[in-house]
């Protein structure tokens, strides 16, 4: 008996410490299989098959560019770069297919050939400039970014028609950017595990010092692995802006981050020596899970951003206790047959487990239709400016005295992140979305997708191109330009000089209020524009750059800046000329820029009346959902609210 009990529990005893084993050495593989159990429980809208497609479009950007992020950390390097090389690379494609009238293929050879080259310099100024790897790819950052402005001139460009079908679905269903990113990911694998470069990638990223000395060609090694970083980073463009039928300048902004997060989730050092495509994948695939679960939950947009960093955080730190008790990860290549048959069992078996439980959690939700409220969906272009933090608060109100069930979402203006809420959106069984574009052009195509489920969908403040919406709820913002034009023109008596703040470049929004202004100063020929610079709607660049510019314009008597944030910038720059020698006019007519123009240090601003837009777009929302008909579109009234009457402007 006594033997027998000792068998059990040295059995038993085995069963858990192999379990353990199996947990610790597929650490990633794990946490995604929690996270997608997890949202399963808790949401009826996760476990279905578009909304698992949407997660995996939705990865394909990041795991592409992870790809290549893989070559450089398992070689012990960084590549800060690779956001902004595939904008340079998809701007290209754009501008050379449509601009220049260069063929398609050879315009797609030049995009793929941008981003190699892009690695190329990474590597060379690593390799024989001895530059850090995180300084020479900072610089990258900040060039490629600079040159796709200056080839796009600030706006976005049409995308050849027959590269945007890699944004598109093969059978109506089966997304094409999935497909990329399983091709791209099995290249890498093959790289990685099957070629000479790949086992370079490991010696130098376990010891540098010693492949050197063992004959490796390190320089030239690295500058291999920074071309194929490029390389990768030219893809994810092409996907990225064929997903968004058009090239933006400003696209893929802090997708180096994840990429990075990506492959460090997935088990690599950032110390080198380690990593592989798998766990690249898995960390992309929990990306994408956090943030498509967190939607459908209607988490805050801002402790959406609290949870991924607690998430990323912590993933390294299994990872850490993974590496303590003993377990490691083999370079690819590395391990034998048994192993991999092993590592391949374990994704099996992972996988019925998950399936199983998800199943199992799925029943919850069966026939527990308990919504009551009408369901409404908001993606806003930016909680990051007060203007659009007031279209929320009034959309919110709104939604409260109606009984709507609201959920609002952050695209951080980044086109490509408000299409995936689109997306997540049209999974969630909602009655209308309301979409404030971050860029008219960019929506166009995640709107196409609303359209096809058949839910209503409302514009706010800002239209959407080629797509069907139910209505638009907006003030014009060409208008509003005409209007500020007109007001600082007669202020300083139809002569004097002046400067424009701009939005951000590419943004629809500074390139309507931009034109309006212009057309605007054209009846007052004694106004002259000395000075136009983007500060990019934020009030600390507002007031760098003013400073800057009064440095060679001190004589101005004017500024016109295309929302508040920038003008009181702009008031802090002048000091105490703001309101007497200097005037300044603002848009938007936020709290805190009414508030200037009582104390008359700013002169005016063009008020939207914000508020206002969020409640007639909730109410329109609401409408729609019901069946019931609404005007095509609402014009909100612009107004320039002075020193004179901002005591009665309600907002």
């Known amino acids: 008996m006594a033997t027998d009990t000792l068998k059990s529990t040295t059995g038993a005893s085995g069963a858990t410490s192999g379990l353990r084993r199996v947990l610790l050495d597929n650490g990633a593989l794990t946490a995604l299989i929690v996270l997608v159990i997890a949202m399963s429980a808790l949401s009826g809208d996760f476990l279905t098959t578009d909304n698992l497609l949407n997660v995996g479009v939705q990865a394909a950007v990041t795991a592409v560019l992870a790809f290549g992020v893989t070559f450089v950390i398992v070689s012990a390097g960084i590549d800060l770069s690779v956001g902004s090389v595939a904008a340079l690379s998809a701007t290209v494609l754009a501008w050379a297919a449509t601009s220049e009238g260069v063929p398609v293929p050879i ?57 945007s079908h890699l944004g598109d679905t ?80 400003q696209a893929a902004q802090g997708y180096e981050l994840d990429a990075i997060a990506a492959v460090v989730i997935g088990g690599a050092s950032l110390a080198g020596g380690t990593g592989k495509a798998s766990g690249t994948l898995i960390g992309a695939l929990i990306l994408a899970v956090l943030r498509n679960g967190l939607n459908l939950l209607s988490v805050s947009a801002f402790w959406q951003q609290v949870v991924i960093g607690v998430v990323i955080a912590l993933a390294v730190l299994l990872d850490t206790v993974r590496r303590k008790s003993g377990a ?47 369901k409404v969906g908001l993606s806003l272009s930016t909680l990051n400016n007060p203007f659009f933090v007031q279209i929320r608060a009034g ?27 689109l997306e997540n959106f049209t999974s969630s069984g909602l009655g209308a979305i309301i979409v404030n574009p971050v860029d008219s052009d960019a929506t166009g195509p995640a709107a196409r997708a609303v359209n096809k489920s058949g839910i209503p969908l409302v514009a706010v403040d800002r239209s959407v191109n080629n797509a069907d919406t139910a209505t638009l709820v907006a003030s014009d913002n060409t208008l509003g330009g005409r209007l500020a034009a007109k007001a600082l023109a007669e202020k300083l008596g139809g002569t004097g000089t002046i400067v424009v703040l701009q939005g951000q470049a590419g943004t629809s929004a500074s390139r309507e209020r ?43 008597n004017g500024v016109f800046a295309e ?44 008020a939207q009346q914000p508020k206002e837009l969020g409640r007639i777009a909730v109410q329109n929302a609401l409408r729609v959902a019901e069946g019931k008909g609404v005007e095509k579109a609402v014009m909100v009234p612009v107004k320039v609210v002075t020193k004179e009457n901002v005591a009665a402007f309600g907002g």
């Open 170 to 249: 093969l059978g109506g269903w089966l997304p094409v950017p999935v497909l990329v990113m399983v091709a791209m990911g099995l290249v890498t694998a093959f790289i990685l595990g099957r070629t000479y470069l790949g086992r370079s990638m490991y010696a130098i990223g376990g010891n540098e010092e010693a492949a050197r000395l063992s004959g490796l060609r390190v320089k030239k090694q690295k500058l291999a692995i920074y071309a194929l970083s490029g390389l990768f980073a030219a893809a994810a463009g092409i996907v990225l802006a064929s997903r968004l039928s058009s090239a933006q300048p």
């Open 514 to 556: 931009g034109a309006g202004f212009t057309e605007g100063l054209k009846a007052y020929p004694g106004i002259k524009v000395v000075a136009r610079q983007p500060a990019d709607w934020d009030r600390t660049k507002g007031l760098d750059v003013m400073t800057n510019l009064l440095q060679a314009n001190p004589g101005i």
């Open 395 to 421: 959309a919110q109100a709104e939604a409260k005295k109606l009984g709507v069930d609201l959920t609002v979402t952050d695209a951080q203006n980044d086109a490509s992140q408000q299409a995936n809420q």
């Open 328 to 374: 490691t990860v083999a370079p690819a290549g590395a391990s034998g047959g048994g192993d991999r048959r092993k590592q391949a069992l374990t994704y099996v078996v992972a996988a019925v487990v998950a399936t199983a439980i998800v199943g199992a959690t799925s029943l919850l939700h069966n026939g527990s239709s308990s919504a009551t409220n009408q």
């Open 563 to 606: 929302n508040d944030e920038m003008a009181l910038g702009a008031i802090k720059a002048l000091g105490g000329k703001a309101g007497t020698s200097v005037q300044v006019i603002g848009f938007d007519g936020t709290p805190d820029g009414l508030k200037a123009v009582a104390d008359g240090s700013l002169y005016a601003s063009v």
């Open 107 to 163: 315009a797609v050879l030049l995009a793929v050939v941008t981003g190699i080259a892009c690695g190329l310099v990474n590597g060379f100024l690593i390799s024989y400039g001895k530059l850090p790897p995180f300084i020479a790819t900072l610089a990258m950052l900040s060039v490629g970014r600079g040159l796709s402005l200056v080839i796009s001139q600030g706006s976005p460009i049409a995308f050849p028609s027959s590269v």
